[in-house]
């Protein structure tokens, strides 16, 4: 995957961040957005990298609610569910999140999930434990109880040009680290930017818009 987008905001190598992956790539690892991003759409950001190469990166947005849309609702929407149905919905269904993935394609759904459920063809396997699947297969899968055993679904997703998001690592605009279940597909989603600082060992209220670092 090479996806691009328009992305403007610095990044983080700082004494708080861990190594990164074999060969540089982040793939796999949570980027936390500093306080000098400069870049609203990323302010308080964490996000699970899906991809990164030579060629660019891709990422969704796991902290950022898309304002009043419900899962069982957007099934509605798609016509997976007809109206009065969600009732029927398996309790993941009923309760999984829908998230405001990125500024670019915000019209698809992408959804970042266990690696329980897979599609042939249409599911990328990132790391043992997480897949990202982008067709409406997997929302028919959920919505019968027949997906992944977690799951967030989310509108569009962070692009990143070839070296660009080096350069914002190196301009001290994002932070990373290691990725767990709970911060990609936890229910708090309010607090997975203070949790994920916390996980480097960085204090959130140490941090100024001032200062790209711990």
Known sequence: ?????????????????????????????????????????????????????????????????AGSIDFPELLQQLGIIKKGEHIKLPENAESMKVLRGGPVDTGRGFVLHSSDFYIENATLRIDDGVCLTATVDILRAIAN??????????????GWAPGQLETEIQSNGWLHCDADADLIFGDDVDDKYNRALQ????????????????
């Open 1 to 65: 995957m090479a996806p691009t987008g328009k992305r403007t905001g610095e990044s983080t190598r700082s004494s708080g961040a861990a190594p990164p992956s074999s060969g540089g790539y982040l793939d796999g690892r949570l980027l936390i957005a500093m306080p000098v991003m400069g870049d609203s759409r990323f302010e308080r950001s964490v996000i699970y990298l899906c991809a990164h190469s030579a060629e660019g990166a891709m990422g969704i947005i796991v902290n950022h609610p």
């Open 145 to 158: 109880g027949s997906g992944p055993k977690h799951a967030i679904l989310a509108l569009g997703y962070a």
């Open 199 to 214: 996980k480097i060992g960085i204090d959130p209220g140490m941090l100024s818009n001032e200062a790209g670092h711990a």
